[in-house]
């Protein structure tokens, strides 16, 4: 059984960072490439950060390039989102994502594997 669990959302101030983790079982992680998504109130789930199976490669949204890091460690089957100099148009629902079918997307239907969600708030 594949699962997905994140954690390190919380409340924070504006110009703030926050670490996202995700933890995943039942895979073989190293197959997988990864991704972020978040999904504010009222809108769509949007792409945020996607990273290769050796982690090599990270692709970013540019709302968040340059201020957001993805990361993996193979080791311990997690991925990793440093987020610095967060805004209050941050405030979301961060999922992290698995796929394995060709290179990594930023689609929604390139992640057949999701979890349920870390909040993350953004005071001003």
């Known amino acids: 059984q594949v699962q997905l669990v994140e954690s390190g959302g919380g409340l924070v101030q504006t110009g703030g960072s926050l670490r996202l983790s995700c933890v995943t079982s039942?895979?073989?992680?190293?197959?997988?490439?990864m991704g972020w998504f978040r999904q504010a109130p009222g809108k769509e789930r949007e792409f945020v950060a996607a990273?290769?199976?050796?982690?090599?490669?990270?692709t970013y949204a540019n709302s968040v390039k340059g201020r957001f890091t993805i990361s993996r460690d193979n080791a311990k089957n997690t991925v990793y989102l440093q987020m610095n100099s967060l805004q209050p148009e941050d405030t979301a629902v961060y999922y992290c994502?698995?796929?394995?079918?060709?290179?990594?997307?930023?689609?929604?239907?390139?992640?057949?594997?999701w979890g349920h969600g870390t909040q993350v708030t953004v005071s001003s």
């Open positions: 990273i290769n199976r050796s982690g090599s490669i990270t």
């Open positions: 994502a698995a796929g394995i079918f060709g290179r990594p997307g930023v689609n929604i239907r390139d992640y057949p594997n």
């Open positions: 039942g895979l073989t992680f190293s197959n997988y490439y």
